[in-house]
């Protein structure tokens, strides 16, 4: 008996010490690997302390990969550059746009090596002028929290170009919110969603595009409002659905529906408001010229 409980107690203890050994080496492992992992530092920490040279000119445009940027290694080192979503790129000619980045850049960069990568960024100065090809921006700095709230947001995204410009220049220039359109329909819904939550206000339920022009980034000027809305109808009756302004005055009749049925519905409408007065305006239905069976607002701005 005295023999079995030694087996057992030797057993025990060889068992005991060869869990701590795999755990003293599963430990050690994970440690060696944290500090093998390379951890990217931002270009403009790099730049200041003169671990690497940076330079940032313009491809030609305002959208997408519009910039190009030249990295130096000025040491044998390898080293991990980060180019941030939320930096503001500065364009040295102050009439031309600055280029906000929304996708992270992240790049290893060989000793004395030198490479160059895209920087995908968009304008922020939407009344300034398009950079042109070859003009230099200087490496700025991190915008405010806010910018960095979105671009990180869309850092993931898979908008088109148009989309995700409309957003830069909802923070940046305090653009309607009801100007970011685009598909698909949900993440764009998502994306104005954080657009209210950043700006604290409602989200419009329309959309507005404006006219475009050749000789400015963003004319200002509306062209059309677009949306749709649901209302219910109790009885069959005559329906019109107008648009008024401010003051209760008709602006225009957009339909009208005789003997409509019961139920509920969807409307939808896509108003030219080419040269309309800036301001608030109501789309409103009524049911036999009387009662008002929805009333949506909208602005023009």
């Known amino acids: 008996m005295r023999g079995i409980k030694q087996g057992l107690c030797g057993s025990f203890i060889r068992t005991s010490?060869?869990?701590?050994?795999?755990?003293?080496?599963s430990v050690n492992a994970l440690q060696v690997k944290a500090e093998t992992t390379p951890r990217h530092r931002s270009v403009d920490s790099l730049i200041s302390e003169g671990f690497i040279k940076a330079s940032f000119v313009s491809l030609g445009g305002y959208q997408g990969n519009c910039v190009e940027a030249s990295l130096e290694n000025n040491t044998g080192n390898w080293i991990y550059v980060w180019i941030e979503a939320g930096r503001r790129?500065?364009?040295?000619?102050?009439?031309?746009?600055d280029i906000f980045i929304v996708k992270d850049n992240k790049i290893k960069l060989g000793p004395w090596a030198k490479l160059k990568t895209?920087?995908?960024?968009?304008?922020c100065q939407s009344s300034d002028g398009a950079p042109k090809t070859k003009m230099k921006f200087n490496v700025g700095y991190m915008a405010p929290a806010d910018w960095v709230r979105l671009?990180?947001?869309?850092?993931?995204?898979?908008?088109?170009?148009?989309?995700l410009q409309a957003a830069v220049w909802c923070i940046s220039n305090n653009h309607s919110i009801s100007s970011v359109y685009g598909e698909p329909e949900a993440l764009v819904k998502a994306l104005k969603d954080t657009l209210g939550s950043i700006k604290k206000i409602p989200v419009p339920w329309y959309t507005t595009t404006y006219e475009t022009s050749d000789t400015s980034v963003f004319t200002g000027d509306p062209k059309r409002v677009s949306g749709k809305f649901n209302y219910y109808v109790k009885h069959h009756g005559d329906l019109v659905v107008a648009i008024k302004n401010k003051n209760g005055h008709t602006v225009k009749i957009l339909s009208e529906f005789y003997n409509h049925g019961e139920g509920s519905f969807e409307y939808q409408f896509d108003l030219n408001v080419k040269g309309w007065s800036k301001g608030e305006y109501h789309l409103v239905v009524y049911e036999d010229y009387a009662t008002v069976l929805a009333n949506k607002s909208f602005k023009i701005e």
């Open 17 to 25: 010490l060869s869990s701590i050994f795999y755990l003293f080496i």
């Open 89 to 97: 790129l500065v364009a040295d000619d102050s009439t031309k746009q």
């Open 118 to 123: 895209k920087v995908f960024g968009f304008c």
């Open 151 to 163: 671009a990180q947001f869309l850092s993931t995204s898979n908008f088109e170009n148009n989309t």
